[in-house]
């Protein structure tokens, strides 16, 4: 039997600063801009603000109004990193097969280690004592035969629980939800439901699939049908075999902000040419994936003259990729790279007439994975700001 767990850290920006600043628990924290900041959105709230009213996404103006009394702060990116490499490498610890989706959630294929640590349940419940007693941060856990079902549970197991979904008990699961816990469904599709009257997942059951590809399109209206019943739904599913390596991103809002977008595509870029060394692994043919609201999928691909062979050369051609096929105008809900046509690093290739300074860039990429690899708690990375250097001779 296949069994997942889908991790999600609680709040995990307020709950690194209240880790940090002892002073700041059990106080609303909420992270993501200061009251005067124009344009600011609150990133995470901790759970002693959203007793207000305050939520991710929602405008710091607001959130001030509701919670005047609140820690705002702008937030520490490189330390929620560092925070989040000490959990990915917990998890890890539990099984090799760890598949980060964000900063703050991944999901563990746990199947085949009941011989190491028990049933998945026994597992699920050590794994959370781990990232407790290690890291100092609470997680809530998702534990099913399928990735899909397993991100709702753990939804539903907030804060600092754990939420089973036996074999076999998908659909009863998934039936007796409300719809706006059905995970892909965001603002606007959530009012298409209301509109039809649809309240719980099982209002969606009883419509047959011509019914829901009539009313919400094909590709939604086949997820939809999946998703009610519990089955492994295309969200979370690689579609491209054995031979490529992924790593995707999930919003919890409609993404518009070019810097957001274009950092969250670098540290992908980062998360895939770190493993393609690790595994001694070479490929030029790259491939992009972005998905909208109303779960509509853009995707290509591109096979270049010469396999990839830093972050900065990935990232820019897979940002050029993701401009071509973006569509205007829409928010992103989920970004998505990798690598396809993967060959060992042996082959015999033709070097380059002038030093481009790759070389040089992928032995410091080199480097910092051995120091990762020798020091998991050194959490080493490259800066963003890598992401605009200047096409400049190296004495300017």
Known sequence: MTYFIHADLDAFYASVEQLDHPEYCGKPVIVGGLP????????????????????????????????PQGIYLRGNMKRYREKSDEVMAVFSDFTPDVKQISIDEAFLDITGTEKLFGPPGLMAKK????????????????????????????????????????PGEEERFMSALPVSKIWGAGS???????????????DILR??????????????????????RGQAAAAFEDERGTHSM?????????LYDEFTIETTLFEI??????????????????????RYEDF?????????????????????????????????????????AGLSNLETDHTPLQRELFDTGNEKEQALEKYILEINKKFPGAALRKGRSLMERASKPADE
């Open 36 to 67: 005067g900041d124009r344009r600011s959105v609150v990133s995470t709230a901790s759970y002693e603000a959203r007793k207000f009213g305050v939520h991710s996404a929602m405008p710091v103006a607001q959130a001030y109004k509701l919670c």
């Open 207 to 228: 419509l047959s699939l011509d019914q829901l590809k009539s009313q919400f399109g094909a590709a939604f209206g086949l997820f939809l049908h999946r998703a009610v």
């Open 269 to 290: 870029c980062e998360t895939l040419m770190f493993r393609l060394l690790d595994l001694n692994w070479q490929s030029r043919t790259i491939f992009i994936k972005i």
């Open 296 to 336: 509509s999928t853009e995707s290509a691909q591109e096979t270049l003259p010469r396999p990839v062979s830093t972050i900065n050369e990935l990232f820019d051609h897979l940002s050029a990729l993701f401009r071509r096929k973006r569509q205007d105008g829409r928010g992103v809900r989920l970004i998505g």
């Open 246 to 254: 992924s790593a995707e991103r999930t919003f919890p809002y409609d």
């Open 188 to 202: 606007k599709t959530q009012e298409q439901f209301k509109k039809r009257g649809l309240k719980t997942c099982d």
């Open 127 to 166: 794994l959370k004592e781990a990232v407790r007693s290690r890291t100092g941060l609470t997680v809530s856990l998702g534990l099913a035969s399928n990735k899909y079902v397993a991100k709702i549970a753990s939804g539903l197991s907030k804060p600092d629980g754990v939420s089973i979904v036996a």
